[in-house]
């Protein structure tokens, strides 16, 4: 008697699992079609949060159909390699062309003309690097020359694992190339610029902390939108007067963060046609007021007129135009035995 | 043959090591097999070049040097505090006892970051500190306060069961044999404690030297200088370089399995000396 009762106690549980499974298939079966995954990096979290709100409404106008999106944010090479072993990602939304050019030569499931499948070699925004100084810039810090000066305590994420490091690198790296035209010189001067570094963490956001937070350093070299990011989470915390000021140097770099679809999953899951259309929406004025609102900077030329208070004109070179390309640049620098390695070892000696 | 019941067999290949063997092989075994293939793709000469660089040996002599100091001031910290929630009886006891697995449940980069909060140097502990040109935070004693903290239950959790159940007559017996308190400690209490003692130091060891979330932290990893090997495994891993990666986690692991190996020996031989 016991033992049947146990029995029907253990079918019932059996059951309560069985539906319960059933209908999580059935519930993912429903949405199969209709779900899109932006893998993304870490500054783009609160920009595509409201681009996905905004896109799906426009969507359903367009197709009548309901759309999901979910996102993933983390550090951009990390991201990309989450991609290359298996991730599901539609489309990757990243911080440098090198990591898509990865997912390209590591797998193949980005197609290697992904540059020119939409305008602007596939950059429908762009950022560039700028210094975030303490109130009253008390070390008189105004463009990069300042920043290799002894005595000054820079703060930059380790290149080796942020994207947003080898920005800051090859921005420091471009001006001296440009101002002092010899290679020696401007090996020289990163040198100077990374002897002046006490701290490398491992990403750009990790720097920020230990700018803001642990009130180490003199100069914190930024993402222009992160740094408008931390003025306004310190006027927030003071009452409107924030405790550090942005600097924007006479020259930088070009920050391009591209995207590109992921062409094997989406044909896989047959979202090719609504992943096509979420990149396309980023180049909309729609899409561009956001981007702009998010402090990254829009391609369109009048939303970026429109906001010239919020993005001052500077002088910007791209990568292209001092290295090659990014896979030159990042052999180059990056690479093991490269130019970073030797520079610190020398460095620091 | 007629089958027997007995409820313990020392020969037995039933069941239970089945399950054993499988999950095993799928848990720890097959994984680390095919870390040892893939760092094979580099080859020998590949992999000599790799354990050979500048910065993996500084980071190696780091890693395991401040696992090592880290893992000695846990064996000191840790026994005193299973000590004194052993043998002593006081108000808040329970909290006390309850807080040392609080390192364990944590996520370690959160134990990072609080530590890095406070080792600043403008941190609660640290900005006292700054004046005498100590620096806690972004150099290796940082690391060394990390490790202490992720490690420090084990030791305390070894010996803790151990020192329990040690039976109050040894101590009596040996102080009615004229033995000083101090002689009664180290020849009676403390041979007891050694194996323990040794399992609890080397599992805060293990643990410290792939220990990665709480050190990148409060390291500042500056190559040559602060630099642990975990955070170069994620390096070459950003890089897409797998076969490096993969070669210096064999270096760790068999690095770390030859010490567990000894430690394990020693211990052996601590416990069978006590019969």
């Known amino acids: 008697m016991k033992a049947k009762s146990n029995n029907s106690v253990l079918r019932s549980i059996a059951q309560g699992i069985g539906a319960l499974v059933l209908t999580g298939i059935f519930s993912l079966s429903a949405y199969a079609n209709d779900t899109l995954l932006n893998v993304s990096f870490d500054p783009t979290r609160e920009l595509y949060e409201e681009i996905n709100k905004k896109f799906v409404e426009a969507w359903k106008k367009k197709s009548g159909k309901n759309l999901s999106i979910q996102q993933s944010h983390g550090g951009s090479g990390k991201q990309a390699r989450a991609v290359i072993d298996g991730l599901e990602a539609d489309v990757v939304t990243l911080a440098l062309a090198y990591d898509i050019d990865s ?3 590591n797998g193949g499931s980005v197609s290697k003309d992904w540059e020119k499948a939409f305008p602007n070699h596939s950059t429908p925004y762009y950022s560039t690097i700028v210094f975030l100084v303490r109130k009253g810039n008390p070390k008189a810090i105004k463009d990069w020359d300042d920043v290799v000066k002894p005595g000054i305590g820079v703060i930059t994420p380790n ?27 401007a090996i020289e001067f990163v040198r100077n610029l990374y002897k002046n570094t006490s701290v490398l963490d491992t990403g750009a956001r990790g720097s920020t902390t230990t700018f803001v937070q642990r009130g180490i350093g003199d100069v914190l070299l930024a993402w222009e939108n992160e740094a408008e990011l931390a003025l306004s989470e310190s006027r927030k915390a003071n009452g409107g007067v924030a405790g550090f000021e942005v600097v924007y140097p006479s020259t930088s770099i070009l920050a391009e963060t591209p995207v590109a679809i992921v062409e094997k999953v989406a044909a896989k899951k047959g979202t090719t046609e609504v992943a096509k259309a979420y990149l396309e929406f980023l180049y909309t004025k729609e899409g561009q007021e956001i981007i702009a609102k998010h402090f990254f900077r829009p391609n369109d030329a009048t939303i970026l007129k429109a906001n010239v208070a919020k993005f001052p004109k500077l002088h910007l070179f791209d990568v292209r135009s001092i290295e090659g390309s990014w896979a030159a640049a990042h052999k180059k620098h990056f690479a093991d035995g490269g130019l970073f390695d030797s520079i610190y070892g020398e460095a620091k000696k | 043959m007629k089958l027997i019941f007995r409820p313990y067999s020392k020969t037995s290949f039933g069941l239970s090591l089945g399950l054993t063997v499988f999950y095993l092989s799928l848990l720890v075994i097959i994984p680390l097999s095919a870390l040892f293939f893939k760092s094979a793709t580099l080859g020998v000469s590949g992999l000599w070049e790799v354990l050979t660089e500048n910065r993996i040996q500084q980071a190696l002599y780091l890693s395991f040097g401040a696992g090592g100091v880290a893992a000695i001031i846990n064996l000191f910290v840790g026994f005193l505090f299973a000590w004194v929630l052993v043998r002593y009886d006081f108000p808040g006891k329970k909290i006390l006892d309850s807080l040392v697995d609080l390192p364990f449940t944590l996520p370690t980069a959160v134990a990072g970051i609080a530590l890095t909060t406070i080792y600043a140097p403008n941190g609660f502990i640290g900005k006292y500190l700054t004046p005498y040109g100590i620096k806690i935070a972004y150099t290796p004693i940082g690391i060394v306060i990390a490790l202490v903290f992720i490690g420090f239950p084990f030791v305390v959790r070894t010996v803790q069961p151990i020192l329990e159940d040690l039976p109050k007559e040894l101590e009596e017996s040996a102080y009615c044999l004229g033995a000083s308190r101090f002689q009664t400690f180290t ?24 220990e990665y979330g709480s050190v990148v932290f409060i390291s500042g990893n500056l190559p040559g200088k602060t630099e642990i090997l975990p955070l170069l495994i994620v390096t070459k891993l950003e890089q897409y370089e ?6 210096i986690a064999v270096l760790m692991l068999v690095l770390s399995f030859t010490i567990m190996f000894g430690i394990n020996y020693l211990q052996n031989r601590a416990s069978r000396r006590l019969g």
Do not use: C, D, H
């Not at chain 1, 080796?160 to 440009?178: D, E, I, Q, V």
């Not at chain 2, 797998?242 to 070669?247: I, L, P, Q, R, S």
């Open chain 1, 103 to 105: 997912i390209v030569t």
């Open chain 1, 159 to 185: 290149p080796k694992t942020s994207g947003g490091a080898r920005w800051n690198y090859l921005a420091a790296w471009g001006f001296a190339k440009k101002q002092y035209k010899t290679e020696e010189k």
């Open chain 2, 187 to 210: 020849k009676v209490i403390l041979p007891e404690l050694i194996p323990s003692l040794l399992a609890g130091t080397s599992m805060a060891f293990a643990r410290g030297i792939g």
């Open chain 2, 242 to 247: 797998y076969a490096k990666a993969t070669g």
